[in-house]
């Protein structure tokens, strides 16, 4: 298995606050995106990074934000939770954009 | 309608029966992904298609790039195949990937 962790698996909170998620790979792999998983959509990509401060939007990208200062570290923050950001978030990394994508165990998010 | 088609949504199976689930798309793809999930679990890649057919263990996946179309089989099916059965395609400019919206297949002891 890919060493690629996320942290925390499960979150609750209020809407209105931040939330950072975060994405740990031990691959070294230059690429690694941030998905959404919700019933009905299937997943969904949110934004992407193709290197160090390299990133870029997805589909949805609406109401987050991401930085990517480490190679091993990708952070997905969300300024400020709506309850329409709750869902089930993965994590994915790839050594190059043409390859298979491994992903994280992924983190549910529940905002009240 | 959806670039990535997923059929059925829903499949229940008793152990030992052969299985096919079906991805159809409309883009073009530079490859085509056959991805599992089990219930609360994370997920996994079985296959990277751009041509042909590839097999693992019980697993077959097969594409035919002209009429865009996938085929995921498992053969002499188990209950630990319950899970759900992603198919996502790769755009070919970008890489980035499609999900169909999966198989939820439960095989029955």
């Known amino acids: 298995d890919a060493g690629i962790t996320q942290s925390p698996r499960h979150k609750v909170t209020e809407t209105g606050t931040p939330v950072t998620l975060r994405c740990h790979q031990t691959?070294?792999?230059?690429?690694m995106y941030w998905y959404r998983q919700d019933p009905g959509h299937g997943l969904r990509l949110i934004h992407y990074s193709y290197g160090v401060k390299d990133t870029d939007k997805g589909e949805v990208s609406d109401g987050y934000s991401v930085s990517r200062s480490k190679t091993e570290d990708f952070l997905l923050t969300l300024e400020s939770a709506t309850s329409s950001q709750t869902s089930v978030y993965f994590c994915?990394?790839?050594?190059?954009?043409?390859?298979?994508?491994?992903f994280g165990p992924g983190t549910r998010l529940t905002v009240t | 309608k959806n670039e990535v088609e997923q059929s059925p949504q829903n499949l229940t199976a008793q152990e030992g029966e052969f299985i096919t689930i079906n991805c159809s798309y409309s883009v073009g793809i530079s490859a085509l992904h056959w991805l599992q999930q089990h219930p609360g679990g994370g997920i996994v890649s079985l296959f990277m298609l751009s041509s042909g057919k590839k097999k693992h263990g019980r697993l077959i996946a097969t594409i035919n790039i002209q009429e865009k179309h996938s085929s995921l089989h498992i053969t002499a099916s188990h209950p630990r195949d319950s899970a759900v059965y992603i198919c996502?395609?790769?755009?070919?400019?970008?890489?980035?990937?499609?999900f169909g919206t999966g198989t939820r297949l439960k095989v029955l002891a």
């Open positions: 996502a395609v790769s755009d070919p400019g970008t890489y980035k990937y499609i």
């Open positions: 691959e070294n792999h230059r690429y």
């Open positions: 994915a990394i790839s050594r190059q954009g043409t390859d298979e994508q491994y």
